[in-house]
């Protein structure tokens, strides 16, 4: 691939990874604390990508140097050389300066000139300058380098979503953070919960902290192993590669939303505690007393 494809590609995808920081598209990859690095790698291709094509470009215009008039070679050296002319066009050999002898080589019948000779005007033979084989063109860079932009454009132009209800059920449940003192919660009903730190509460401090507070939960719904709704959230450590999902499980008021659907409930810690089937990690139980479905959220990963 040449090098002004290579800039090419690495132009659209600095810009492809600005975008997607400054439109907050981002955080459907990666975690939010790394918008600031995004941004500057996004910026550093961009600046190199531009360097590139304008050495890339300046040296196109940079005029060659002219070759002599009568088409021959300048020398090495910068020495002239004495050159006698052969009839057709033909070089020979050096001629001997006076009082030396010529030199050796095959000679043939009669003095007529050697049958193999360089060609004074570059035309013809296999010699150096002979850049396009006899075929009349130059060398090509393959076209097959252009393909890398499939994926750049993929990025400007399309927006993936978000990990949701498919990626839940694939992967088993994060299993809530032990911790030896859980402070309380805060003043007020509702008091907005994020699903780990409910289901830490709930399975490590045997719901001490909540009972009898209102909660309220945030995340999208997936089917349970039994077909019941679960409220679930994709946990993020570094990138959505590594998103394993936290689930929680409902009762109470019925959920008649859709899987993937966004839904805010509101409800009261309930001391059922069952396993996630994938992986057998603790799942906690949330009585629900009212919900409503919602837009995603900025970030939608925990």
Known sequence: MSRLTQAVVMLLFGGAVIKATVTDVFLRYVKEGLRPFLLLAGILLVAAAAMTMWYDLRAARRPEPAAPADGSAAPVDGSASEVAALPGGFASEPAASSGGSAPEGPTSVGGSAPEVAAPVDGSGGGGAHDHDNGHGHGHH???????????????????????????????????????????????????ELSLLDYASRAVFDGGRSLAGRDVKLTGFITPGPDGKPMLARIVLTCC?????????????????????????????????????PVNKAQVAYLDIKSWQEIDQPKQPYA
């Open 141 to 191: 860079e393959p076209r097959v380098g252009w393909l890398l932009l499939l994926p750049v454009l993929g990025l400007l132009l399309i927006s993936p979503p978000a990990l949701g209800s498919f990626a839940a059920n694939q992967a088993g449940s994060v299993g809530p953070a032990a911790a030896s003192d859980y402070p309380p919660l805060p003043a007020g009903d509702p008091v």
């Open 240 to 276: 959505a590669a590594d998103g394993r999902p936290i689930k929680v499980g409902l009762t109470g008021a019925p959920i008649d939303a859709p899987p993937d659907a966004w839904v805010e409930v509101v409800g009261v810690y309930r001391g059922e505690v069952g396993s996630d």
